[in-house]
């Protein structure tokens, strides 16, 4: 079982940058999938982004395109969420997520959030105008 644990959220203003990180097992960052998602109050969660830590493969929500970066660190086990350029609209629970099959991160779609089987219990990230 992979354990993920997330931290880095808090309160910018718009325009503002935050970065994210998550610890997760380490055997995690060999060929495996590691995302992450978001979930605003009263909306279903959603793929922001996703990578595979076998080939460095990202896929990112259009919504993001741009301005969030994942990415890795092996020796520290850790995985990041750059945001950039925040928005109002960004304003939601942030969530880590593991999963072993490498097709929910290598196809060119971001994978529903269903079909993740790990999860860290989130951090929140609040974007104000």
């Known amino acids: 079982q992979v354990q993920v644990v997330e931290s880095g959220g808090g309160s910018v203003q718009a325009g503002g940058t935050l970065r994210l990180s998550c610890a997760a097992s380490?055997?995690?960052?060999?060929?495996?999938?590691l995302g992450w998602f978001r979930q605003a109050p009263g909306k279903e969660r959603e793929a922001v982004a996703t990578?595979?830590?076998?080939?460095?493969?990202?896929y990112y929500a259009d919504s993001v395109k741009d301005r969030f970066t994942i990415s890795q660190d092996n020796a520290k086990n850790t995985l990041y969420l750059q945001m950039n350029s925040l928005k109002p609209e960004d304003t939601a629970m942030y969530y880590c997520?593991?999963?072993?099959?490498?097709?929910?991160?290598?196809?060119?779609?971001?994978?529903?959030?269903?079909?993740?089987?790990?999860w860290g219990q989130g951090t929140q990230v609040t974007v104000s105008s």
């Open positions: 380490r055997y995690a960052f060999s060929n495996y999938c």
């Open positions: 990578t595979f830590t076998g080939g460095h493969t990202s």
């Open positions: 997520a593991a999963d072993p099959d490498v097709p929910h991160c290598t196809t060119g779609y971001l994978a529903a959030p269903s079909l993740w089987h790990y």
